[in-house]
């Protein structure tokens, strides 16, 4: 039997791109879903019904907006009803749209209230959820945290300033989250995509040009899809990772290296 049967995944923004590729991985290998959504509740309950029927575990979504990281706290008050315990958190959502604008942009076009959102939504929503995962995992003598970041921290990327340096600070901030949560049995990682074709990306001015650059220079050849992300991100949950904490799993096709 998987090592997942029965444990259950926090997720944030499960409803497509990466983290519904993380999601579908996880069920597929027996784990329960708490995931989150913000706009799309439709979708969610649809993921939530395909889940339970296809993969016989319970799955559940929640609503959450990573801009106010504190409602962290009612999300996971509501999973505590509805799940015994918390074994897995993935910091996955992200931003986009207009509470990324002066976040988004080139250099001279910076603004403290875009980056200030990206990085309340990248950071300090990874801190608040992973407090309150680490509090339900102590309960239960241990888990393993997973935070996505993105490429973008070590490869110049058009726009990308605010999202790469959040993603920097996402980095170091697990790599403390590792040191003090180690004493408790919890281990806390990262998994850093290059591009990856999703909405996210897709929303990109430049996406066009951004892709035939990205297969251009991806040893592998291709552009990333979302579910290449997610055989990295169930190893750094599964007991074969029990030796490795604080750190960054790059899953890029080497295009960091070109
Ligand atoms: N795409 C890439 O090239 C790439 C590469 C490497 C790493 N990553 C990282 O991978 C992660 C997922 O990216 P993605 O490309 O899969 O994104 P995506 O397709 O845009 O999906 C974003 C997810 O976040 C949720 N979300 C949006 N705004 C939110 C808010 N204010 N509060 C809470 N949730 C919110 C969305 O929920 P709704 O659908 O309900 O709005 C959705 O589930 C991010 O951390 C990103 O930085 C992306």
């Given amino acids: ?57 319970k799955c559940r979504c929640y609503r959450l907006d990573i801009l106010e990281p504190e409602s962290y706290k009612e999300v996971f008050e509501a999973i505590d009803a509805d799940f015994n315990e918390v074994n897995y958190f993935i910091s996955n959502a992200i931003i986009s749209g207009r509470s990324v604008v002066g976040g988004f942009a080139p250099f001279m076009r910076l603004k403290a209230k875009g980056l200030n959102n990206i990085y309340t939504a990248t950071v300090l929503a990874f801190v608040i959820g992973a407090q309150e995962a680490a509090k339900r995992m102590e309960k239960s003598g241990g888990g393993a945290i997973v935070a996505i970041s993105s490429t973008g921290n070590l490869v110049h990327t058009e726009n990308y300033a605010g999202h790469g340096t959040s993603k920097a600070a996402l980095e170091i901030m697990v790599k403390y989250a590792a040191n003090e949560l180690a004493s408790k049995n919890i281990r806390a990682n990262v998994v850093s995509g290059g591009p990856i074709d999703t909405d996210a990306l897709r929303k990109f001015p430049n996406y066009e040009e951004m892709k035939a650059g990205t297969i251009a220079r991806t040893p592998l050849g291709r552009m990333g899809q979302a579910t290449d992300l997610a055989g990295a991100t169930l190893f750094l949950c599964s007991k074969d990772s029990y030796w490795i904490t604080g750190q960054t799993l790059i899953a890029d096709g080497g295009s960091s290296f070109t």
């Fill in 1 to 57: 039997m998987s090592e997942f049967a029965g444990k259950t995944l926090v997720l944030s923004g499960g409803t497509r791109g990466i983290g519904r590729a993380i999601i579908d991985k996880f069920a597929q290998n027996g784990a329960n879903i708490a995931f989150t959504f913000n706009n799309d509740e439709e979708g969610a309950k649809a993921i939530r019904a395909d889940f339970e029927s296809r993969y016989k575990i």
